[in-house]
């Protein structure tokens, strides 16, 4: 099948390709906002225990207040207790997550040798409200015995990220691309706000993980959906820039987070920054790629006479001109034909196994798994601890997302010039490398490790960004959305697993960035042995892509031979 002549002579990107593109990727502003929301939803202030009675006054080493809020911005768990004395005239030593009432004290001072009583908090605490007005973790105590279900946030909603790739990767592939992109963004804003409203934790964590299974969704077939529509000249920029929109929703919620700091409030206008797009997404075209693959070349027609009015042109295309000169016959019977059954080869039930239909095929996905997973893995281990890094958390925060602009553009450069693979390892082996000068550099500069994370970053987005476009131009249409699904479900396990690798800095501080440099250097040269698909037309059938790994071959074994020659 040559699908790509559409573009040929309807053009590469005119204006009907245009206003569908910034449609599209303008959804994919909410992807980046939901997936990193929880930066600030589960922030956890600085807090103590709460005792019984109204505070007088407060100790803290040579500082003094008469009130906790007072010093609670200053105090550090690490240095010592905060000493309070009550209205009753109790003394009490107040650490986070235990307070101790202190015998018959004699002067209020800070230092006590006396008898103590120590006991639990009892679910009574005090937040430093300095900061964070008011998140989940304050208005449900996730603190002490229960910080554990704080930290469960961010992988639970990875998890729903991670089925929704490989369900909705599936069933797009089925039902169509469309019909997926309007269901899911429509959910994207309904379980956004429902989120906003949820009455308890476990609520909170169930609308959680579904917007994170639509958001997933949206972002795998959104990827799908631009490069069956845009043409290989321009293939790069547009598949790479949806990633830009990411990034900016990376932005939007550091700028949010900064401007608003009660949670409910804050996830309301993250969820309605999109919302225009449902009053035009139900308009959107399935695409020309998906049509022919299924055999439906009446919509097809009528599709390429659309955007031919649009763009200014005159259709001389016709749907059967887009099949292989072997196919024509059967298709211009096809056309023909009104409400019967199609051949039975369109529908035939489609499974992950597809992927790995030849030892070839099946090296390809290894590897291209591979190179989702890490690039998933370094690219939230990046962005989540941008907030731990010292300074401001928004400013950081901010700089991740827009860290991700120069990468996306010279990620385009580079792989129009030396090709797919010749920029992903690279960028990966530079990540490594970056994830090492972070170990060795001293921890207390703190400007040096700020700017090393920055290039962790710019190199994995890279990476990351390129990765969708190649598993795109590696496999063919009628598995495309499987194994982009698939993928960005490897992807999504790397997400889950990023935040308990950030965990692993209570065993060592650098342990984190040690696993995602290790992992990064193996994969980058695992990526040499992928095929090439710079200037290749996207591939319709399972024998196209097959024969994309054996021209490789040929041509190597052809130039070895020459050699002995």
């Not at 109204?54 to 240095?79: C, H, M, Q, R, W």
């Amino acid at each position: 099948m040559t699908v790509e002549r559409v573009f040929d002579e309807l053009g590469h990107f005119n204006r009907f390709q245009a206003c569908l593109y910034f449609a599209a990727v303008f959804q994919a502003i909410a992807c980046g906002i939901h997936y990193l929301a929880s930066v600030f939803l589960v922030e956890a202030p600085n807090f103590v225990c709460s005792v019984p009675g109204n505070i007088t006054d407060v100790l803290y080493g040579n500082l003094t207040g008469s009130s906790l809020e007072e010093i609670l911005p200053v105090f550090k768990s690490a240095t010592g207790p905060l000493v309070v004395r009550t209205a009753e005239g109790e003394q009490w030593e107040l650490s986070r997550c235990r307070c101790a009432l202190r015998i018959n004290p004699t002067d209020f001072t800070y230092d006590f040798d006396g008898n103590k009583t120590v006991k639990a908090c009892g679910g009574n605490f005090v937040y430093d409200k300095t900061e964070v007005h008011q998140s989940i973790v304050t208005d449900w105590d996730l603190v002490c015995e229960k910080e554990w279900l704080a930290k469960l946030c961010q992988p639970t909603f990875m998890l729903g990220v991670l089925i929704g790739a490989l369900v909705f990767g599936d069933v797009a592939d089925r039902v169509g691309r469309v019909r997926i992109l309007m269901f899911t963004s429509l959910c994207q804003f309904g379980l956004g706000v429902a989120v906003a409203f949820s009455g308890n934790y476990y609520f909170f964590v169930v609308l959680r993980f579904l917007l994170a299974m639509v958001s997933s969704g949206y972002l795998v077939v959104v990827f799908v959906y631009v490069t069956e529509f845009t043409g290989i000249k321009v293939r790069t920029w547009t598949s790479m820039h949806v990633h830009a929109a990411f990034a900016v929703g990376i932005m939007v919620v550091a700028l949010t987070g900064y401007l608003v700091r009660v949670w409910w409030i804050y996830q309301i206008i993250l969820s309605i920054c999109t919302s225009p797009f449902l009053l035009f997404c139900w308009k959107f075209p399935e695409t020309p790629f998906y049509l022919m693959a299924k055999g439906r070349y009446k919509e097809t027609q009528t599709l390429l006479d659309a955007i031919a009015r649009f763009n200014g042109l005159e259709c001389r295309l016709k749907a059967e001109e887009l099949l292989e000169p072997e196919e024509r016959e059967n298709g211009r019977a096809l056309l023909e034909q009104e409400g019967e059954e199609r051949p039975s080869q369109t529908e035939k039930k489609l499974s992950i196994l597809d992927l790995f239909g030849s030892w070839r095929m099946a090296g390809r996905t290894c590897t291209v798994w591979a190179i989702w997973f890490i690039g998933s893995l370094g690219y939230y281990v990046f962005s989540l601890g941008s907030v731990n890094l010292g300074g401001n958390q928004y400013i950081n925060l901010f700089l991740a997302g827009a860290v991700e602009f120069p990468s996306y553009l010279v990620g385009c450069f580079a792989m129009d010039r030396i090709g797919r693979k010749k920029t992903c390892a690279p960028a990966l082996l530079l990540a490594g490398v970056a994830c090492m000068l972070i170990i060795v550099v001293p921890g207390d500069i703190q400007a040096l490790a700020i700017a090393l994370s920055m290039i962790g970053k710019f190199a994995i987005a890279i990476a990351f960004g390129l990765i969708y476009l190649y598993t795109c131009e590696l496999y063919p249409t009628i598995i495309r959305s499987l194994a982009v699904g698939s993928g960005s479900m490897m992807c999504r396990v790397g997400s889950v697993v990023a935040p308990f690798c950030v965990y692993l800095a209570d065993v060592w501080i650098y342990l984190p960035q040690l696993i995602v440099g290790i992992l990064a250097f193996i994969i980058g040269v695992l990526t040499l042995l992928l095929p090439e698909t710079l200037g290749k037309p996207l591939t319709t059938t399972l024998e196209e892509a097959e024969a994309l790994g054996r021209k490789k071959k040929d041509g190597l074994e052809m130039n070895q031979h020459e050699a002995k020659a």
